[in-house]
């Protein structure tokens, strides 16, 4: 039982040691992009809610991030392409249809520096956001992914697990 917790904890203090120590700011999450599904490395904040004005259908949506540095080791990277391929098998029409979106955020890069804090993020990390026109209600980190690395069909199961709950809870 002990040894679950050392794998995060080694991971955050060898990046630590590799200089892409993540950095915290002042600024809300809320963050969406502009860019398609499963390719945006730039997340922005979400519209303004002037924007919509008018609307009176709620649009509702989940967003999958994969938080990542710069520095990214064989199991940062096969978290990601875990993530990614039971994102795609699992959600093909949810991710055509826009209800959901998967993006790979480096927050070594300054405009995403904000997540650190905001997820209180302290290593490679995979959080599903529930959105409602624009605004983040809830958001849950999968910390089993790190539990779950060697055993990809258990990996899977959890990721597609747990988006569909926030799916529909929308």
Known sequence: MKYKLIVPVLVAFFALLAGSAWHKDDQCAAGVSDTPALSGNVVKQAPDSSENKGQTKSQTMVIAYYFHTTYRCVSCKKIEAYS??????????????????????NIDESENKRF??????????????????????????????????????????????????YLKES
């Open 84 to 105: 990614r391929e039971a994102i795609e098998s699992g959600f093909a029409e949810q991710l055509k249809n826009g209800t959901l979106q998967f993006l790979s955020v």
């Open 116 to 165: 650190v804090k905001d997820y209180q993020l302290y290593t490679k990390s995979l959080v599903i956001c529930d959105m409602e026109n624009g605004k983040q209600k809830e958001w849950k980190n999968l910390t089993k992914v790190w539990q779950l690395i060697r055993n990809k069909d258990e990996f899977v199961k959890y990721v597609q697990d747990e988006i569909n709950n």
